[in-house]
């Protein structure tokens, strides 16, 4: 299982793009990047997923280099409710033998105004 | 569409206890997960299970044990109850084709 090495924290202020970081040096061919976002006293919420280029919904954008060794979520003009904690997780896509994934500590931003 | 529903979301048990958290899906997923985290910590996984009657372990299996009869629901138990099992447990699913985790609510366990 690929792990995933990310900044414990991040500051921000509203109005601004924030762009999380996550290293995965050893991605394997099968596996996917997957962004998570978790605000206090609740679960986690998928925000993007990707494998490789660039990805782009409502939310956010997700960049990741040809190498794959890395990827970058791209929050546009941050808000105060956009604090949480940020997870990147990279798992395997095959079906067979279940599907595991590791959650790191994930990254605290922190949105100010 | 409730997506996946956890209870209770609060719990206090003594040491020695048993209890069994709650977890259903209605979104007819195959995968089923259950987490958890400890405070300012990230998610670690106990068990999963990619279908009705298939289960295995995950990280930090010691002191529980699952199930999953269906495909809706896979319960959580947990067997004389310690203090380093207070935490805020979470129950995930996904589908075959992993388009992201749904996670429940969670609930938050405290053995005293």
């Known amino acids: 299982l690929a792990k995933t090495t990310q900044p414990i924290s991040m500051d921000s202020y509203e109005g601004q793009e924030v762009n999380i970081t996550c290293s995965h040096n050893?991605?394997?061919?099968?596996?996917?990047i997957t962004w998570y976002q978790q605000f206090p006293s609740q679960g986690p919420r998928f925000i993007i997923q990707?494998?490789?280029t660039k990805v782009t919904n409502e939310v956010a954008s997700l960049f990741i280099p040809a190498d794959r060794k890395s990827s970058t979520l791209s929050l546009p003009r941050v808000s105060l409710s956009d604090t949480a904690v940020y997870y990147c997780l990279v798992g395997d896509m095959a079906h067979t033998g279940g599907f595991k994934t590791i959650f790191g500590a994930g990254t605290r931003l922190f949105v100010k105004a | 569409n409730a997506g996946v529903t956890q209870t209770p979301k609060f719990r206090i048990l003594k040491i020695g206890q048993s209890m069994t958290l709650q977890c259903t899906q209605d979104m007819n997923h195959n995968y089923m997960y259950w987490y958890r985290q400890d405070p300012g910590m990230g998610l670690k996984l106990i068990y999963y299970s990619v279908g009705a009657g298939i289960t295995d372990k995950g990280e930090v299996p010691n002191g529980y044990n699952v199930s999953r009869s269906t495909t809706e629901d896979f319960p959580l138990r947990l067997e004389l109850a310690a203090p380093s099992q207070t935490s805020v447990y979470f129950c995930?699913?996904?589908?075959?084709?992993?388009?992201?985790?749904?996670f429940g609510s969670g609930t938050r366990l405290t053995v005293v």
């Open positions: 050893n991605i394997a061919t099968n596996d996917y």
């Open positions: 995930a699913s996904s589908d075959r084709n992993y388009y992201g985790y749904t």
């Open positions: 990707g494998y490789k």
